[in-house]
Nanobody, 127 residues
């Protein structure tokens, strides 16, 4: 069992930055690929970014490329999402998720493949 706790959300003006953290408990954090998803009111949950077990392979949605950066610290069982140049359309609840994968290079953009989810943290970007 893995528990995920997000933090770092809040209200920020357009153009500003936020850094989300996702602390995990349980064993073998390094055996999970990690992802950040978001869901805005009335919209489906979408994958923003994902990172492989080895902290090398990453995926970014087109809408956040060049602005968001995912990273992980396997020693501290934590994954981060640095969000720069925020836009009002980035407003959503952000969730981190863990996907147990056999290979250290794997990652997924599909929510149904993830095994564990955090409770979410609200990010609001004002114009």
């Amino acid at each position: 069992q893995v528990q995920l706790v997000e933090s770092g959300g809040g209200l920020v003006q357009a153009g500003g930055s936020l850094r989300l953290s996702c602390a995990t408990s349980g064993r073998a954090f390094s055996t999970y690929a990690m992802g950040w998803f978001r869901q805005a009111p009335g919209k489906e949950r979408e994958c923003v970014t994902a990172i492989s077990r080895n902290n090398i392979n990453t995926y970014y949605a087109d809408s956040v490329k060049g602005r968001f950066t995912i990273s992980r610290n396997n020693a501290q069982n934590t994954v981060y999402l640095q969000m720069n140049s925020l836009k009002p359309e980035d407003t959503a609840v952000y969730y981190c998720a863990a996907d147990k994968v056999p290979l250290e290079t794997m990652w997924s953009r599909w929510a149904y493949e993830y095994d564990y989810w955090g409770q979410g943290t609200q990010v609001t970007v004002s114009s």
